[in-house]
């Protein structure tokens, strides 16, 4: 158990639905960052969050939102879902910057849209 | 400027022998590259990192070589074992005290026959 915990693990939903994932990250961690990987595009950053405050923003398409709540844990809302949006979510947690830790990911969410 | 190239894609070792996974990196300012293990179903788990103030970064059975000038680093897996088996990616970030985005190579997926 890497202490950081992702819900649900799977997720089957329909084109045009909307879904949230769940993250809660690791106890103490103040960054949350969450990344999406598919077969063609590998482990694309999507956004990263500190201390509830957007950090950084990587190539999420705008149907895509995210936040991070005071208790930490994070949340990605994911509308107008279409086939290509299959894919696993992973979030991944740190206190700020670890070189000995880097940053510690869950096990991750995998959608399906049928 | 922000792609992470990585190669192979697949290598297949024999039990005993050494893997080699080779990335390039176009971004100067990076100044952490971590090397990410992935079993089926897990998150991406840290192996080694090394910053570019160092051509070498040695742990037990794996070491990471890094050339600046080349912008090129490697990682080898020396004694390679049937549970070495997995999915490796190299990373890159720029280092912030709140924590920054990893760029992922495309991955390379190892596996060691018996």
């Known amino acids: 158990d890497s202490g950081v915990t992702q819900t649900p693990k799977h997720l089957i939903t329909a084109t045009g639905q909307r879904v949230t994932l769940r993250c809660s990250p690791r106890?103490?961690?103040?960054?949350v960052y969450w990344y999406q990987q598919s077969l063609d595009q590998g482990l694309q950053f999507l956004i990263q969050y500190y201390n509830g405050e957007e950090r950084a923003k990587g190539n999420i398409l705008e149907r895509f939102s995210a936040q991070q709540f005071p208790d930490l844990h994070s949340e990605l809302n994911l509308s107008s879902l279409e086939l290509g949006d299959s894919a696993l979510y992973f979030c991944?947690?740190?206190?700020?910057?670890?070189?000995?830790?880097?940053?510690?990911f869950g096990s991750g969410t995998r959608l399906t849209v049928v | 400027q922000q792609q992470v190239k990585q190669s192979p894609q697949s290598l297949i070792v024999q039990k005993g022998g050494i893997s080699i996974i080779n990335c390039a990196y176009e971004n100067t300012a990076f100044d952490y590259f971590p090397w990410y293990q992935q079993f089926p179903g897990k998150g991406p788990a840290l192996l080694i990192a090394?910053?570019?103030?160092?051509s070498e970064k040695k742990e037990g059975r794996f070491t990471i070589s890094f050339n600046k000038s080349a912008k090129q680093f490697s990682l080898h897996i020396m004694d390679s074992q049937p549970g070495d088996s997995a999915t490796y990616f190299c990373?890159?970030?720029?280092?912030?005290?709140?924590?920054?985005?990893?760029?992922f190579g495309e991955g390379t997926q190892l596996t060691v026959n018996p």
């Open positions: 106890s103490g961690d103040l960054s």
């Open positions: 090394i910053r570019p103030d160092v």
């Open positions: 991944a947690s740190s206190v700020g910057f670890e070189f000995s830790y880097g940053y510690t």
């Open positions: 990373a890159a970030s720029k280092i912030e005290t709140s924590g920054s985005r990893l760029t």
